[in-house]
């Protein structure tokens, strides 16, 4: 009997996707350029399952059911292009090609085009979850040549988490890289999340002077709120973790934030498709500050920067910054949402954004109960166009507004820096202002540059210059957007 997959690259997310598979009675061809890590594999975690091993790619492409599917679970950039540069000659018109890694989505575009004209599918796919995740149950985004996707479905949609209805965390995103676009969004929301939840561990650390098992405890208890996801319940876990000498092991955890770049890819596609996506970006400038460290250190000597005490009641501040961490979170999840619709718009993807809140619900680092609220806003409107005009959202924004401006306010008085919890308010306070100070801005790019400007009271798309100084003469620059 011939296998049903092939999996190429055998690390851990690759060996835990193959038992995945295998759990779910699927025959998993593996293989991987050093030989030994096959064997080492076959004769390890793969011992007494199903699993077949191919020491070369024509061995594991013989060893394929047509038309034959091989995943790709290595890393992303010119790996993924040598591979595919290899496979295509032993391959035939309808097979397929599937790249489960964190691609950016602009490649897996190229890729599909340029193997539609050979006759090969390909699919790139978002997988979520860490190695866990790929073992029981990751989030699957997959998007590329809609042919390949019912042969492919089944399995993934096997292998992926499932939602407490028992839905799969698994569907078609759409054409080209849309699958790994969203699974950028995804990222980026990650960045987001983890951002937030940072601000306020700091404020109250700094802020409050709270222990790390008080912090502790509030995080347990956020996680039985609205808050319920993945991240806050690993930061309490985090926080009440101790190092060998009883102390947090956090505290001794050097304070410089790393990062593989697909948080960084999604403030830079923002910027392309003019999509304010404020807090994402900021929490990407936040790990880019938080890496400079020794000037942090010089600095703070330098302005002889004081301890930042909150006074007031504990209480009472540890409940208004839940309110702003949520707060926030919904602004990113909506400016997160707002980039995706931008995107399905520009490329014709036709996202179903309640499908990705579906795909984010379960196996993903973003998994939260937060994800099904979303997806309920877009089964009311699936083209809604903020997240939090939808009433649910709305009610919370509107609930928390007063605790998020003390909170912001607060860590603005005292200097605890929380970029991504106030930029989320001030792109808020911007977005619900009908009259922006930007006809001020109008006005000087003409006066310097004759860039002209609309007017309020004549039709859109009528422009209108001034010779501001008698000066700078009648002739205006044509209008264009970069
Ligand atoms: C996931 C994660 C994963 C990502 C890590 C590290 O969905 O399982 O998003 O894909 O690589 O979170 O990302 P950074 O190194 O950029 O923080």
């Given at each position: 009997?011939?296998?049903?997959?092939?999996?190429?690259?055998?690390?851990?997310?690759?060996?835990?996707?193959?038992?995945?598979?295998?759990?779910?009675?699927?025959?998993?061809?593996?293989?991987?350029?050093?030989?030994?890590?096959?064997?080492?594999?076959?004769?390890?975690?793969?011992?007494?399952?199903?699993?077949?091993?191919?020491?070369?790619?024509?061995?594991?492409?013989?060893?394929?059911?047509?038309?034959?599917?091989?995943?790709?679970?290595?890393?992303?950039?010119?790996?993924?292009?040598?591979?595919?540069?290899?496979?295509?000659?032993?391959?035939?018109?309808?097979?397929?090609?599937?790249?489960?890694?964190?691609?950016?989505?602009?490649?897996?575009?190229?890729?599909?085009?340029?193997?539609?004209?050979?006759?090969?599918?390909?699919?790139?796919?978002?997988?979520?979850?860490?190695?866990?995740?790929?073992?029981?149950?990751?989030?699957?985004?997959?998007?590329?040549?809609?042919?390949?996707?019912?042969?492919?479905?089944?399995?993934?949609?096997?292998?992926?988490?499932?939602?407490?209805?028992?839905?799969?965390?698994?569907?078609?995103?759409?054409?080209?890289?849309?699958?790994?676009?969203?699974?950028?969004?995804?990222?980026?929301?990650?960045?987001?999340?983890?951002?937030?939840?940072?601000?306020?561990?700091?404020?109250?650390?700094?802020?409050?002077?709270?222990?790390?098992?008080?912090?502790?405890?509030?995080?347990?208890?956020?996680?039985?709120?609205?808050?319920?996801?993945?991240?806050?319940?690993?930061?309490?876990?985090?926080?009440?973790?101790?190092?060998?000498?009883?102390?947090?092991?956090?505290?001794?955890?050097?304070?410089?934030?790393?990062?593989?770049?697909?948080?960084?890819?999604?403030?830079?596609?923002?910027?392309?498709?003019?999509i304010p996506?404020?807090l994402?970006?900021?929490?990407?400038?936040?790990?880019?500050?938080?890496?400079?460290?020794?000037?942090?250190?010089?600095?703070?000597?330098?302005?002889?920067?004081?301890?930042?005490?909150?006074?007031?009641?504990?209480?009472?501040?540890?409940?208004?910054?839940?309110?702003?961490?949520l707060a926030s979170k919904i602004i990113s999840y909506a400016q997160g949402f707002m980039l995706m619709r931008e995107?399905?718009?520009?490329?014709?993807?036709?996202?179903?954004y309640g499908?990705?809140a579906?795909?984010?619900?379960?196996?993903?680092?973003?998994?939260?109960?937060f994800?099904?609220n979303i997806r309920d806003a877009y089964d009311i409107d699936s083209e809604l166009s903020f997240l939090g005009s939808d009433s649910y959202f709305k009610g919370i924004l509107e609930n928390s507004m007063?605790?998020?401006?003390?909170?912001?306010?607060?860590?603005?008085?005292?200097?605890?820096?929380?970029?991504?919890?106030?930029?989320a308010l001030?792109f808020l306070d911007g977005y619900t202002t009908a009259?922006?100070?930007?006809?001020?801005?109008?006005?000087?790019?003409?006066?310097?540059?004759?860039?002209?400007?609309?007017?309020?009271?004549?039709?859109?798309?009528?422009?209108?210059?001034?010779?501001?100084?008698?000066?700078?003469?009648?002739?205006?620059?044509?209008?264009?957007?970069?």
């Amino acid at each position: 009997m011939k296998g049903d997959i092939g999996v190429i690259g055998l690390a851990v997310m690759g060996q835990n996707l193959i038992l995945n598979m295998n759990d779910h009675g699927y025959k998993v061809v593996a293989h991987n350029r050093t030989a030994e890590k096959v064997d080492d594999f076959l004769q390890g975690p793969a011992k007494g399952t199903n699993i077949v091993g191919a020491y070369s790619l024509q061995e594991l492409v013989d060893k394929l059911e047509s038309p034959r599917k091989i995943m790709l679970m290595v890393r992303a950039g010119d790996v993924v292009d040598s591979f595919i540069d290899k496979l295509v000659p032993l391959l035939d018109k309808g097979d397929i090609i599937i790249d489960g890694g964190n691609t950016n989505f602009p490649d897996t575009n190229r890729r599909v085009a340029a193997l539609k004209e050979k006759g090969i599918h390909f699919i790139g796919s978002g997988v979520s979850g860490g190695e866990e995740g790929a073992r029981f149950g990751p989030s699957i985004m997959p998007g590329g040549s809609p042919e390949a996707w019912p042969f492919v479905k089944p399995i993934f949609q096997a292998i992926s988490a499932k939602t407490e209805n028992d839905e799969p965390c698994c569907d078609w995103v759409g054409n080209d890289g849309a699958g790994h676009f969203v699974k950028m969004v995804h990222n980026g929301i990650e960045y987001g999340d983890m951002q937030l939840i940072t601000e306020a561990y700091q404020f109250m650390k700094d802020g409050l002077g709270m222990t790390h098992d008080e912090m502790q405890s509030v995080f347990i208890e956020w996680n039985k709120t609205e808050l319920n996801s993945y991240l806050v319940e690993i930061t309490s876990d985090i926080l009440g973790y101790k190092d060998t000498d009883g102390e947090p092991l956090v505290e001794k955890i050097l304070d410089t934030a790393g990062q593989k770049g697909t948080g960084k890819w999604t403030g830079i596609n923002a910027l392309d498709m003019g999509i304010p996506l404020t807090l994402i970006t900021e929490s990407v400038f936040a790990r880019c500050l938080s890496s400079l460290k020794d000037q942090r250190v010089e600095a703070e000597e330098l302005f002889g920067k004081k301890e930042s005490i909150v006074e007031g009641d504990k209480q009472v501040w540890i409940e208004a910054l839940r309110q702003a961490l949520l707060a926030s979170k919904i602004i990113s999840y909506a400016q997160g949402f707002m980039l995706m619709r931008e995107a399905s718009n520009e490329n014709g993807w036709d996202l179903n954004y309640g499908n990705v809140a579906l795909m984010w619900r379960g196996g993903c680092i973003i998994r939260s109960a937060f994800l099904s609220n979303i997806r309920d806003a877009y089964d009311i409107d699936s083209e809604l166009s903020f997240l939090g005009s939808d009433s649910y959202f709305k009610g919370i924004l509107e609930n928390s507004m007063s605790a998020w401006r003390k909170v912001a306010a607060k860590s603005m008085e005292v200097g605890i820096p929380m970029p991504s919890m106030t930029s989320a308010l001030t792109f808020l306070d911007g977005y619900t202002t009908a009259r922006l100070p930007a006809n001020l801005l109008q006005a000087q790019r003409d006066y310097f540059g004759a860039h002209t400007y609309e007017r309020v009271d004549k039709p859109k798309g009528e422009f209108f210059h001034t010779n501001w100084t008698g000066k700078g003469g009648d002739v205006s620059s044509t209008t264009y957007n970069s």
